[in-house]
């Protein structure tokens, strides 16, 4: 196994590296940074000493070696808007992001999971029928719409929530939270919801399709011969193959919620990093931009790298091939 972690660890480092490349040239060239930064009444001598301050006027690979060095001793620089260092920035907002992101996560795969798992065993039921209609409106209305009309409904018609931010918030040393106040968890079920409703039924369709396949398989088919319950059959053996492949996708899916929430973030106001990525691109804040699709690109990697030993640890063909693959060598 330990070779197996070696070879994806090093895709990984080459994966993430491209990616900083790729993210560094996109936004090099997204608007002038030093024309954000100061008024009209600055002078071009001004502006171009700005400009050789910031090293925007070293050769593009000198200045992405620099940002690469950076990087690796924690340094992201500092934004061209705010003035502030950029890891401040992101590890001041990153806890919201990540608060709301494992809330709809833990909300689609709670809902997702079972709906998906009796809509296969029921499929003619009325209330597999609603949860198909449910998915796929969850599937076809846009994320900001349905942000909005939650909005309207509980917010304004109802007054039941709040339209807008995080509520109050507890410090736990760096880290803040809205889960121990009243006003954070109202603050959450809304944008949490509009998150997680394209997640779960993305889930519950996956689940569903793969259990309707296992049901159909050889061994289901021996199970029942042996006199097995439908019980023990559905949960014992069905499920327990059904939710290998959901484990990786769902894996990725916690990946594209983090990275992916900008919408949501921007609909309620949400003061997390998704929210300062759509303020970094209004004012051409390249060092912000970099730093958030680094970090995105780390997120992806380092859950599809769990995922994959995981997958290896459960699924014994994985290890078979790995093993023929070095006798074969």
């Not at 330990?2 to 994806?8: A, D, G």
């Not at 992101?101 to 999971?113: N, W």
């Not at 009243?182 to 889930?203: D, E, N, R, V, Y």
Request: net charge positive.
């Amino acid at each position: 196994m330990m070779n197996y972690f070696l070879r994806r660890l090093l895709q990984s480092a080459i994966v993430l590296l491209a990616v900083a490349m790729l993210a560094f040239l996109m936004f090099r060239y997204i608007g002038d940074p030093v024309a954000q930064m100061v008024g009209q009444e600055t002078t071009l001598a001004e502006r171009a000493a700005l400009r050789q301050q910031l090293g925007l006027t070293d050769p593009v690979p000198v200045q992405f070696a620099r940002f690469v060095l950076q990087v690796l001793q924690g340094n992201f620089g500092i934004s061209y808007q705010m003035g502030q260092p950029v890891g401040s920035l992101l590890a001041e907002r990153l806890p919201a992001t990540l608060e709301l992101s494992v809330m709809a996560f833990l909300f689609a795969a709670v809902a997702g999971i079972p709906m998906g798992i009796y809509t296969a065993l029921y499929p003619t039921r009325w209330l597999s029928r609603v949860f198909l209609v449910v998915s796929l409106a969850g599937i076809s209305l846009p994320t900001f719409f349905i942000g909005i009309m939650l909005i309207l409904l509980f917010g304004v018609e109802l007054a039941w929530l709040p339209t807008f931010g995080r509520g109050e918030t507890v410090h736990l040393g760096w880290w803040t939270t809205g889960l121990l106040t009243l006003s954070g968890w109202k603050s959450i079920l809304m944008p949490a919801f509009t998150l997680a409703l394209f997640q779960l039924t993305f889930i519950m369709r996956l689940v569903r399709s793969e259990m309707i396949d296992v049901l159909r398989a050889d061994f289901i088919k021996f199970a029942r011969a042996r006199g097995l319950s439908e019980r023990s059959i559905n949960f014992g053996h069905a499920l327990k193959n059904t939710l290998v492949p959901v484990m990786t996708v769902a894996g990725m899916q916690l990946g594209s919620i983090i990275a992916f929430g900008i919408i949501t973030e921007s609909v309620f106001q949400w003061p997390g990093v998704g929210l300062l990525f759509l303020q970094s691109i209004s004012t051409a804040d390249i060092p912000v931009m970099s730093t958030y699709l680094l970090m995105v690109a780390l997120i992806f990697i380092v859950i599809n790298l769990t995922v994959d030993l995981l997958y290896y640890a459960v699924d014994p063909r994985l290890r078979a091939d790995n093993a023929g693959g070095r006798a074969s060598s």
